[in-house]
């Protein structure tokens, strides 16, 4: 359904009035076009942090941040986390519907053909520094994938999107792995195509040659869980990165390399791993009160990772999802995570703060997730690489649609406040000695 034009809007400033049209999306969302805004009264808007600013029209992802929905092609988040795999979603995100049993048939075929990287690709681990950051040496080999498959023209990639978008992540999903094996020394472990994504994937990180690994369905589950959770989330700071990139007809794989960069910061993805240490570093202190007193504290920095977000003005629907299943998992696999304690007590003391009332701060999706994952057996230093997997069928859906609907070059404009024409006096004198 496309938005329709319904309304306008007038601006008025001094004797200019300008009427300027009013879009309607598909949930009732309302926007004001201004892109004739320069044209007619050469005015520009300001935005910083693009809070108030429609970027584009997209079908993929809804949500409404004052009732909590997230919904995938109209789809609630809880129902697919029910009732679907994670790749299920990745397809639903590229093409609009679910698919038929033969889709799927194809499109694991298509996972499994695409699973290896190239051979050569493997030299690269080696040169990464030990402690190198997972997220760092993904971004650097998903880039140099365009070497190494260079048919990456956009057209031929929208063409064969299901090709496209099953070797991004499939690939990556390996490339994640081998990090995780490398960086602990051990041998790396190939994909097998007898295994699902997810159970390739726990398979990949954890069977070793003295020791195989037991794959258990309820980490599967969870594990699938998760991704779909992190599947998409329409603008946020990583896909608007791609779709920036990718307006300059960028490939494919240095947008999803950008993506990757931007999820890296800890007020986006990283925060899931800023959360676990923000805990550990609370339950060795013992006071959670003191913690909720700095983050209050404008003259401090720090802030409560895994709290507040930008749309969300209420709990985020994947925080309510993951902390149930969170509590569900440790139970199964008899885990006690005196960390989970930790998080719960200090949720409970920042709800019934006014400050983060006030303020509708609630746990997002980095919350607890982390827990999760550690009771999987993942690595702190991996958490965000876990985000950014999960992430890839939606930068590849919102690039698709980005270059589908054929949107100009992403520039944005700025208001000047540097100094005025600065005149010939300003050079420093000649120094004679240079002379
Ligand atoms: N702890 C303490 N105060 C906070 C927090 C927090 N986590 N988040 C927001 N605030 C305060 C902020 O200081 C400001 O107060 P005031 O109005 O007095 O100046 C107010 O709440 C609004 O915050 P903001 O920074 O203007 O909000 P934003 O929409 O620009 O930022 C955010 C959203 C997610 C970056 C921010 O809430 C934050 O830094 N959270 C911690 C990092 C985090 O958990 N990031 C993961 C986000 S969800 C997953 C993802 O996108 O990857």
Redesign the pocket.
């Known amino acids: 359904m496309a938005a329709t034009a319904s309304d306008t809007a007038t601006l008025t400033l001094g004797d200019l009035s300008v009427n300027l049209p009013v879009v309607t999306g598909s949930e009732g969302e309302q926007a004001v076009d201004i892109t004739s805004l320069r044209e007619k009264t050469k005015l520009v808007t300001l935005d910083p942090?693009l809070?108030n600013t429609a970027s584009c029209f997209s079908k993929i992802t809804y949500i409404d941040g004052e009732r909590g929905i997230l919904r995938y092609r109209g789809i609630p988040i809880e129902t697919l986390v029910e009732k679907v795999m994670f790749v299920d979603v990745a397809y639903l995100l590229v093409h609009g519907t679910l698919p038929t049993a033969e889709e799927r048939h194809n499109f694991s075929q298509l996972l499994n053909f695409n699973s290896l990287m190239h051979e050569d690709m493997r030299h690269f681990f080696d040169l990464f520094p030990h402690e190198a950051h997972p997220m760092h040496i993904l971004a650097t080999m998903i880039n140099a994938m365009a070497a190494f498959y260079p048919n990456v023209d956009s057209q031929s990639l929208v063409e064969n999107i299901d090709r496209a978008t099953a070797r991004v992540i499939s690939i990556v999903r390996t490339m994640a792995a081998f990090v995780y094996k490398k960086s602990i020394g051990e041998p790396v472990v190939y994909p097998r195509h007898d295994l699902s994504y997810c159970a390739n994937f726990l398979n990949m990180m954890f069977d070793s040659p003295v020791k195989p690994y037991q794959i258990r369905p309820e980490t599967v589950r969870l594990l699938n869980i998760l991704l779909i959770l992190h599947a998409d989330?329409e603008q946020?700071?990583?896909t608007t990165a791609v779709r920036v990139i990718g307006s300059a007809q960028v490939n494919l794989y240095a947008t999803i390399s950008a993506g990757i960069s931007a999820?890296s910061g800890?007020?986006?993805?990283?925060?899931n791993q800023?959360?676990i240490e923000m805990l550990r570093m609370i339950q060795q202190d013992g006071d959670v009160g003191k913690f909720i007193r700095k983050?209050?504290d404008?003259d401090d920095p720090?802030?409560?990772?895994?709290?507040?977000?930008?749309?969300y003005k209420i709990y985020?629907p994947r925080a309510a999802i993951i902390r149930r299943e969170c509590e569900a998992y440790l139970k199964t696999i008899h885990y006690c995570d005196p960390l989970l304690d930790v998080a719960r007590r200090l949720e409970d003391a920042a709800l019934a703060d006014s400050?983060?009332i006030d303020?509708h701060?609630y746990p997002?999706?980095?919350?607890y997730s982390g827990i999760l994952y550690r009771a999987m057996g993942i690595p702190e230093n991996m958490f965000t690489a876990m985000?950014a997997l999960a992430r890839l069928p939606g930068w590849v859906a919102h690039w698709q649609e980005m270059i589908g609907s054929r949107t100009k070059i992403v520039r944005p404009r700025q208001v000047y406040i540097g100094k005025g024409l600065q005149t010939a006096d300003v050079f420093p004198s000649k120094n004679p000695l240079l002379i």
């Open positions: 942090g809070g989330h946020n700071c990583s999820l800890p007020l986006h993805g990283g925060a800023a959360v983050a209050k404008k720090f802030r409560l990772m895994g709290f507040g977000h930008r749309v985020d400050y983060f303020r701060l997002n999706v980095d919350f985000f």
